[in-house]
């Protein structure tokens, strides 16, 4: 009999830093997507994935059963910061 996946790794992340958190630990995802420990940190403090990984964080999340990971909800997260940052330019 397969085991149950944790339910840490069930249903879709709402955020980068919480995709990232799926791991166990920045080290963990780095190994994972081909990236050194300082730019996952990176990625999970900015919430922002640089796109040369995405193939990586896909496959990846497939592997451990992370529903939802796709291209398409990369680009929404990305897509997301970047008007949140252009809401904070016109803030100030």
């Known amino acids: 009999m397969i085991p149950a996946q944790p339910t840490s790794i069930q249903g879709l992340p709402t955020s980068i830093s919480g995709l990232i958190d799926r791991w166990g630990s920045i ?4 190994a994972d997507v081909g990236c050194g ?3 996952a940190r990176q990625m999970r403090r900015r919430g922002r994935i640089a796109p040369q990984h995405w193939p990586h964080v896909v496959a990846a999340s497939r592997r451990l059963g992370i529903a939802g990971v796709s291209y398409e909800w990369l680009a929404g997260r990305a897509a997301a910061m970047q008007r949140a940052g252009a809401m904070q330019g016109e803030a100030a």
């Not at 080290?27 to 780095?30: K, V, Y």
């Open 37 to 39: 420990y300082e730019a």
């Open 27 to 30: 080290g963990a995802f780095a």
